[in-house]
């Protein structure tokens, strides 16, 4: 990308405020694909996994605290990029 060209104030305006309406739209696109985030369904965890850690053993709800909802996003990579061995 090269240096942007130099042109008068009004021609600044004009492109700021161009550039500003798409900044709104692109900000109320998100807005909505927030809203479908959080309105997605939810998987109840019908397993009891156990885990060892220094307190001992502890069942999913009692590594948060005992908080009652866990959010949990699924991230999918190429095993290449995996910043995991193996």
């Known amino acids: 990308m090269g240096t942007p060209r130099v042109v008068t104030p009004d021609e600044w305006l004009a492109a700021r405020k161009e550039l500003l309406a798409r900044e709104k739209e692109a900000s109320r696109a998100k807005d909505v694909l927030d809203a ?43 095993h290449e990029y995996s910043c995991f061995p193996g």
Not at 37 to 64: D, K
């Open 36 to 78: 479908a985030r959080r309105a997605l369904p939810m998987v109840e965890v019908g397993r009891n996994y156990v885990f060892v850690g220094p307190e001992g053993q502890a069942g999913l709800a009692g590594l948060f605290g005992g908080l009652r909802q866990l959010i949990v996003y699924h991230f999918m990579w190429r």
